[in-house]
């Protein structure tokens, strides 16, 4: 098991614009969904909000919807009642990002929630990557983090898929919105670690990493 701790992993922003050049326009939260609610944008657009930019969501493969399928089992069997686990539900972070993570561990229950959860009710958020690991290293990192989610792991196949291959990036103690943004520990872990799912300082139970991978 290697221990790292970055700021800004794998992650470069991109130029600054020069003086007088004019200012990127970012859609906020409000403004997103009220395009959802106008039907301006729908679910085949298959779109989430970033930074303020629409990102185009990338299609499943067959290693991420088995990776992604485990995950949530695995997780969903340890939780403890005012708990439950979502698949590709949008999580709303003001002022700029409305991700959909792959899974997420929410607070409360289903029928609490008659629009999607607040960062603030989410205790961990789990992407599967592979071709989007710079982007979910990246862009979606630093959403999670402002958002205050106390972890983000990240189910790393992008090293290939064959039997016992992948890893696990486990990011902890997020910045929030103090500069630089970013989560201030990650731990990566190999197929043949395990790891204790700690929720809100209960420990839930220990998950071979393997058995989160395809």
Known sequence: MATITPTLPAFTPGPTPAAGSPAPFRLNVAQYDAMIEAGILTEDHKVELVGGVLFRKMPKKGPHSIASRETFKVLDRLMPSGYFVTREDPVRIPDYDE?????SIVRGQ????SIQPDASRVALVVEVSDATLAYDRGEKLLA???GGIPAYWIV???GGTPLGSGQLEVYTEPSGRVDPVGYRRCVVLKPTDQIE???DGQILGRIAISALLP
Request: proline share 11%; hydrophobic share 40%.
């Open 197 to 199: 799912l700690d929720i």
């Open 144 to 146: 999670y983090a402002v």
């Open 156 to 158: 790393n196949l992008a």
């Open 110 to 113: 289903s029928r609490d929630y």
């Open 99 to 103: 991700p959909e993570p792959d899974i």
